[in-house]
């Protein structure tokens, strides 16, 4: 005979350790969940998309009389749905950058996995985005889906220039303030220096002038009684000369 006394509490322990695996397992998962719900969102509210539903689902005046209702031309729609794609297509590059330096600071250990889910979500939320911005553009024309992206590129592209652009010309005035007075300071300094050497220039010659004046009226007069001297000594035999012919003439 089958000893069911055995067998009852090898069962009770197996189904109550399956039981409590399954119990933790849900709420591991609804913890998980609530978690994941309660973090911040990656990026902030998506205005472009908001702006093209709004206007998608907006609903036409009442005419009156025989006047048709108004409606959002298609072309608005269109020029939303574009600014959605390009919005989007900023997204795309912010996750590009960001991925590979916050996979390795997750390697490192530098951030937690709170941050990482963050990432993902803004991750899975931007392929869905794709999705309904590709099946809104073929909605509205065939194929319109494979080239939007690239038109809402060079938007991207030609907004990030005109971005840069305004910023250069709002830097170029205080720029501008600011190698001017650099210039006046330069220019005001290198005067004070040639000043400055002017100066002292000034000062060595006059001492140079004071120190060589009796050195130069010594020398004159050294000159002057040189002069005499040798004038003296040429007079003497030429008056020598003058009286011995006198003397001779006495004689005759």
């Known amino acids: 005979m089958v000893d069911w006394i055995g067998l009852v509490v090898p069962i009770a322990y197996l189904s109550i350790l399956v039981g409590s695996l399954a119990t933790f397992s849900s709420l591991y998962r609804k913890r998980k969940t609530a978690r994941a719900t309660s973090l911040a969102p990656w990026f902030p509210p998506h205005l472009q998309r908001n702006i093209y539903l709004s206007l998608l689902h907006l609903e036409p005046e009442p005419a009156s009389g025989k006047e048709k209702a108004a409606t ?8 939303a749905l574009l600014r959605r794609a390009t919005e989007d297509i900023h ?21 937690g996995d709170d941050l990482w889910q963050r990432f993902t979500r803004a991750e899975k939320e931007v392929e869905e985005e794709l999705r309904d911005v590709v099946n ?7 194929n319109w889906g494979q080239t939007i992206f690239q038109t809402a590129n060079e938007m991207a592209a030609n907004n990030h220039l005109r971005n840069r652009h ?6 170029a005035t205080s720029e501008k303030q600011w190698w001017e007075q650099r210039r006046a300071n330069i220019q005001s300094d290198f005067m004070k220096e040639l000043d400055e050497g002017i100066g002292a220039a000034g000062t060595e010659t006059s001492g140079k002038k004071e120190k060589a004046g009796p050195s130069t009226a010594g020398t004159g007069e050294g000159r002057g009684s040189d002069e005499d001297a040798v004038l003296v000594e040429g007079g003497g035999p030429m008056a020598g000369g003058k009286g011995g012919t006198k003397k001779k003439k006495g004689k005759k």
């Open 72 to 79: 959002v031309p298609e072309s608005v729609l269109k020029a």
């Open 91 to 111: 997204r795309i590059l912010q996750l590009r950058n960001a991925k590979q330096a916050l996979s390795s600071l997750l390697q490192r250990g530098s951030v």
């Open 136 to 142: 809104e553009a073929n909605a509205y024309s065939p």
């Open 166 to 171: 305004d910023e250069i010309q709002n830097q």
